[in-house]
C-alpha cells in the first residue's frame, strides 16, 4: 500500500521561503504518474499548485508561478516544494499527494501539515 | 472564487439520496474527467470518484458520478451520518495548464 508523508516547518516568516518535502512508500516515483502539491487554507477550500512528472518535469499553477519550486530527488525516493516570499495568505495545510497521468486524479494524499507564516 | 462551482451545502435524512453539483466550462469538465473527493472534518481529502463515474475499491455504490456538458453531479443515496464531510469536485484546465477544484460542499444527514 503506498503512503504519502509531508514534512516540513510549521512556521515560516513572512518573506521567507516555505519548504515541504513529501516521503513516498511502497511505490516508486520515477516510475510513472505525476507527484502534486495541494493546499487548503483554514477554513477554505482545496487550492492546486502544481505537480512535477516521475522524470522532473514541473508544472506550476500561472498565479503561484512566479514564487515555485518543485523537485524529486529519485534517491530517496520523495519530492519537494519551495514556496518563496511568502505571506499570510500563504498559510494553509498543505498536501502532497499523487497524480495519475492521463486521467487527471488524485489516488493517493498523505495526511497534511499545516504551515502558519507569521512573524 | 473557485473555477469549478458547487452549492455551499446541501442536507437530507439519513437513509435519502443527495445530489451535488458541480458547474464548469468547455476548458474543463467539458473536456475532461471529473474526480470527486470526500474530506471528513480534520483528515486529508479521499477519493470517492474517478474518471467521471468510476469508483476506487472500498468505495461503495450508493456514491455515483455523472456528467453532461460542462456540469457534473454527484450522487450519493442510502445516506449516513458518516457520509457527513465536505466533497470537491475537481478536473483538469486546459486554458491554466492545472487541475481545478470547486469550492466545496458540506453535507448534513440531519
Known amino acids: 500500500q503506498m503512503q504519502l508523508q509531508e514534512s516540513g516547518p510549521g512556521l515560516v516568516k513572512p518573506s521567507e521561503t516555505l519548504s515541504l518535502t513529501c516521503v513516498v512508500s511502497g511505490y516508486s516515483i520515477s516510475s510513472d504518474h505525476y507527484w502534486a502539491w495541494i493546499r487548503q487554507p483554514p477554513g477554505k477550500g482545496l487550492e492546486y499548485i502544481g505537480i512535477i512528472s516521475h522524470n522532473g518535469s514541473p508544472f506550476y499553477i500561472p498565479s503561484l508561478k512566479s514564487r515555485v519550486s518543485m523537485s524529486l530527488d529519485t534517491s530517496k525516493n520523495q519530492f519537494s516544494l519551495d514556496l518563496s516570499s511568502v505571506t499570510a495568505p500563504d498559510t494553509a495545510v498543505y498536501y502532497c499527494a499523487r497524480m495519475i497521468s492521463d486521467y487527471d486524479y488524485f489516488d493517493y494524499w498523505g495526511q497534511g501539515v499545516l504551515v502558519t507564516v507569521s512573524s | 472564487q473557485s473555477v469549478l462551482t458547487q452549492p455551499p451545502s446541501v442536507s437530507a435524512a439519513p437513509g435519502q439520496k443527495v445530489t451535488i453539483s458541480c458547474s464548469g466550462t468547455?476548458?474543463?469538465?467539458?473536456?475532461?474527467?471529473v474526480s470527486w473527493y470526500q474530506q471528513l472534518p480534520g483528515t486529508a481529502p479521499k477519493l470517492l470518484i474517478y474518471?467521471?463515474?468510476k469508483r476506487p475499491s472500498g468505495i461503495p455504490d450508493r456514491f455515483s458520478g455523472s456528467k453532461y456538458g460542462t456540469s457534473a453531479t454527484l450522487g450519493i443515496t442510502g445516506l449516513q451520518t458518516g457520509d457527513e464531510a465536505d466533497y470537491y469536485c475537481?478536473?483538469?484546465?486546459?486554458?491554466?495548464?492545472?487541475?481545478?477544484f470547486g469550492g466545496g460542499t458540506k453535507l448534513t444527514v440531519l
Open positions: 475537481a478536473a483538469w484546465d486546459t486554458s491554466l495548464t492545472g487541475e481545478v
Open positions: 474518471e467521471t463515474y
Open positions: 468547455s476548458s474543463n469538465i467539458g473536456i475532461d474527467y
